[in-house]
């Protein structure tokens, strides 16, 4: 579970996080959705630990991340960018080094990294370097790394930005399935679709702060709207919504 009290975050002059709380719980997958500038990437930087808050609270599994961030990080999977693995590696040795930098020992990692590649049917490739992939199997390669060290929770930001059909729902294949196995999912969007199809719960944000939550047909409901995207607009305003 990810637990977010009460952040602030000032970056410059603009509020980029302003009081900003919100529970995305085990076995969902939660959606934060905002225009561009809500503060949708700030909150996950500063859940990973990766930003100070000013003020205010981020926990995983009930982990105060700004006072334990190691063992904290130990509980959270980060999906990186596809285009960024190492392709002189394999995905059994970009996996398994993801998994000792974790803090498992060697023996644990290699166990971990079979483990993996198994559950995510990767054994046809466990062993080809990563240059010449295709876009799904980086995508399969970059989960692999980011739960090899069995996080409960695992955060992704914009995940399915320059992909093509097919790997988009491969990834939403891949969502659902650690959904499935009691993961909790958070990531960011502006993609209405993405959104309505896969989340159980929406966090709508808007100037770093939570507008709205609920399953995507509960916004609905609460807006009187047919759909989403007719919902989101409503919630945030005209103006912003055609910002995003």
Same mark, same amino acid.
């Given at each position: ?122 054994? /046809? ?5 990563? !240059? &010449?992939?295709?876009?799904? #199997?980086?995508?399969?390669? $970059? +989960?692999? @790394? ?53 989340? /159980? ?5 808007? !100037? &770093?702060?939570?507008?709205? #939550?609920?399953?995507?047909? $509960? +916004?609905? @409901? ?23």
């Amino acid at each position: 579970m990810i637990q977010v009290q009460e952040l602030y975050k000032k970056i410059g002059e603009v509020n980029a996080l302003d009081g900003l709380s919100f529970t995305a719980q085990d076995g969902q997958i939660t959606g934060l959705l905002g225009p561009n500038g809500a503060g949708k990437t700030t909150c996950l930087r500063t859940v990973f630990g990766l930003l100070k808050p000013d003020s205010g609270i981020a926990k995983i599994d009930d982990l105060d991340v700004a006072k334990t961030p190691i063992e904290a990080k130990q509980k959270l999977g980060l999906f990186p960018d596809p285009c960024g693995l190492y392709e002189r590696l394999t995905p059994r040795e970009y996996t398994q080094f993801y998994a000792e930098l974790s803090g498992m020992s060697a023996p644990d990692a290699k166990a971990a990294t079979q483990d993996v590649l198994e559950k995510l049917q990767m054994l /046809d490739i466990a062993d080809r370097r990563c !240059k &010449g992939f295709s876009q799904g #199997q980086r995508m399969k390669t $970059a +989960l692999a @790394q980011a739960i090899v060290h069995k996080p409960t929770n695992i955060i992704l930001d914009e995940p399915t930005r320059g992909l093509d059909v097919m790997s988009t729902r491969i990834l939403r294949d891949l969502l659902l399935m650690l959904k499935q196995h009691g993961h909790c999912v958070l990531f960011s969007s502006h993609v209405m679709q993405e959104v309505a199809a896969l989340c /159980d719960q929406v966090v709508v944000m808007a !100037k &770093g702060k939570v507008v709205a #939550q609920g399953s995507p047909d $509960a +916004l609905c @409901q609460q807006t009187g709207k047919s759909s989403l995207e007719e919902a989101f607009i409503t919630l945030i305003g005209t103006d912003e919504g055609i910002a995003a």
